[in-house]
């Protein structure tokens, strides 16, 4: 009696600590990743990237004093793909959203980048459906981010 309710025991922990085990292990792999990166684009400390907001394996970070954003994405499938933009070079934002044919199906959603000089616009993408493993459901909460942030990098490059 005594020895099969310790080995149901040890099975439950098991089933339990192994995925919690993994998902420890990949945050502190990507907040690796998410530091040294941000150190690499610091460019030797002129950027200082002290607000930061991580949601469905997406960093966005931003410099208000100098005027630097950071966009890291690990939703992708190969290697992570990150984005910086130098905001002194920068006119306006805002986000461009691609909807599917007739219905309201949002595909993708983009921050774009007016550039002072030569007027040209800047697209860098937010949420694509395709990296949306389960099919929209990451879709409100990164659209609500989406918007926060827009606002954020408006105010900075308004200032």
């Given at each position: 009696?005594d020895?099969s309710?310790?080995?149901?025991?040890?099975?439950i922990t098991?089933?339990?600590?192994?995925?919690?085990?993994?998902?420890?292990?990949?945050?502190s792999?990507?907040?690796?990743?998410?530091?040294e990166?941000?150190t690499?684009?610091?460019?030797?400390?002129?950027?200082?990237?002290?607000?930061?907001?991580?949601q469905n394996k997406?960093?966005?970070?931003?410099?208000e004093?100098?005027?630097?954003?950071l966009?890291?994405?690990?939703?992708?499938?190969?290697k992570?793909?990150?984005?910086?933009?130098?905001?002194?070079?920068v006119?306006?934002?805002?986000?461009?959203?691609?909807?599917?044919?007739n219905?309201?199906?949002?595909?993708?959603?983009d921050?774009?980048?007016?550039?002072?000089?030569?007027?040209?616009?800047e697209s860098?993408?937010?949420?694509?459906?395709?990296?949306d493993?389960?099919?929209?459901?990451?879709?409100?909460?990164?659209?609500?981010?989406?918007?926060?942030?827009r606002?954020?990098?408006?105010?900075?490059?308004?200032?």
């Amino acid at each position: 009696m005594d020895t099969s309710v310790t080995i149901i025991g040890l099975i439950i922990t098991i089933l339990i600590g192994i995925p919690l085990f993994y998902a420890m292990r990949s945050n502190s792999i990507n907040k690796a990743k998410t530091k040294e990166i941000m150190t690499k684009f610091s460019q030797n400390n002129r950027f200082n990237f002290e607000k930061t907001e991580t949601q469905n394996k997406k960093v966005l970070a931003i410099d208000e004093k100098n005027k630097g954003f950071l966009l890291i994405d690990f939703n992708s499938k190969e290697k992570e793909v990150v984005n910086f933009i130098d905001l002194n070079t920068v006119e306006s934002c805002k986000l461009a959203i691609t909807a599917e044919g007739n219905s309201n199906t949002i595909e993708k959603i983009d921050f774009e980048f007016q550039h002072k000089k030569d007027k040209k616009t800047e697209s860098i993408p937010f949420y694509k459906i395709e990296n949306d493993q389960m099919g929209q459901v990451c879709l409100h909460e990164d659209h609500q981010l989406a918007k926060k942030w827009r606002e954020i990098i408006q105010n900075c490059i308004s200032s």
